[in-house]
């Protein structure tokens, strides 16, 4: 059987999925309008792969999920022997309304070693899968597929609709520029919702990471002190890279976020290497609409940093990005 080829595979393929970057990281000329916007779900990653009625579970790593959880998904579709899921890769969100991500993520780890607890396997088994992406078992063996995101996402339709299990199907919103994709993603997380997904109409390749699948999550915004700055290397060499930050006892350093041109971060490099121990010097840059801006020493000061979440240790920042200085706050968050 072709899962058996599939299993064997995913033991020695390294990136064997398609990843999704932050839409502020993918460079603009890289980004083609209209964009497929969908809701987050606030899952994990979910590969499932279907032959003849055998559903086998696997994380974004390609480790398998527990036996049980397969056999949670699949009971949803075969307690009607009339409604099936036809064979093929379906790339899902697992999601569970009766815990927080965190916790589902603990229950149903890869590495998890300790057995569940009678109630905790009664949890697992309220778990279900939101669809969004699918493949053949051909495409996925080769690590790529030419077909169009919207002609996967046609034929992923019309299986769902087969098995009688629409609802499982996450819905399309065009997006057709920048501030339409800031908008679409604010109203999901105003409900209590993660983000948002952007797909472009193009090709899926196993291992990449940027234009093809991109996202805007809930964040959490903080205002620290600067302690210290981190210089870049390559390209950025001899410039200002990062900012370290004071974060409840602990030190953790943040990149510069959208908006830090070239022209800005040497401006913020010549401020702090001319300003040590004097307040007086400030650098400028004049580079089009940033024309007469100044950049003032950042050590001392307290910016505003953009961050995923707290860190699982809560000491320090997931994915965090520095925004702006605060002119008018002489007092950290922490």
């Known amino acids: 059987m072709i899962i058996d080829d599939i299993r064997e595979y995913l033991k020695v393929r390294s990136n064997p999925v398609q990843l999704v970057k932050h839409l502020d990281e993918v460079p ?59 064979d093929g890769v379906y790339i899902t969100e697992l999601c569970n309304d009766q815990v927080s991500l965190e916790v589902l993520s603990g229950l149903v780890s890869t590495n998890r070693k300790k057995d569940w607890t009678t109630e905790e ?98 964040g959490l915004h903080v205002d620290l002190l600067c302690i210290g700055v981190q210089y870049g290397k390559g390209k950025r060499s001899g410039q200002i890279a990062k900012l370290e930050f004071s974060y409840k006892g602990s030190v953790f350093s943040a990149d510069l976020g959208k908006g830090w041109t070239d022209a800005r971060r040497s401006a913020l490099t010549n401020a702090h290497e001319k300003s040590v121990g004097c307040t007086v010097f400030t650098g400028t840059y004049g580079h089009g609409s940033n024309a007469g801006v100044t950049e003032y020493p950042p050590v001392g000061k307290i910016w505003e940093v953009k961050a995923l979440q707290e860190s699982s240790t809560g000491k320090a920042l997931r994915l965090p990005k520095v925004v702006r200085v605060r002119e008018d706050k002489d007092t950290p968050d922490y």
């Open 121 to 218: 396997e009664a949890i697992v088994w309220q778990s279900y899968c939101m669809f969004h992406d699918f493949l053949t078992f051909e495409e996925f063996l080769d690590g790529y597929s030419e077909q169009p995101y919207m002609v996967r996402y046609y034929e992923l339709t019309k299986r769902l609709t087969r098995a009688e299990r629409e609802t499982l199907l996450v819905l399309n919103t065009p997006i057709y520029d920048r501030d339409g994709a800031d908008k679409f993603a604010d109203a999901i997380i105003e409900k209590g919702g993660e983000g948002a997904v952007f797909k472009q109409n193009v090709d899926w390749e196993a291992g990449h990471k940027g234009y093809r699948a991109m996202k805007i999550v809930r």
């Open 28 to 86: 603009e000329n890289k980004i083609q309008y209209p964009l497929i916007g969908q809701k987050k779900y606030d899952g994990l990653y979910c590969l499932v792969i279907v032959q003849g009625g055998i559903f086998d579970l696997y994380s974004r790593t390609g480790k398998a999920y527990y036996h049980e959880v397969a056999e949670a998904i699949s009971d949803q579709f075969y307690n009607d022997m009339s409604c099936m899921l036809d």
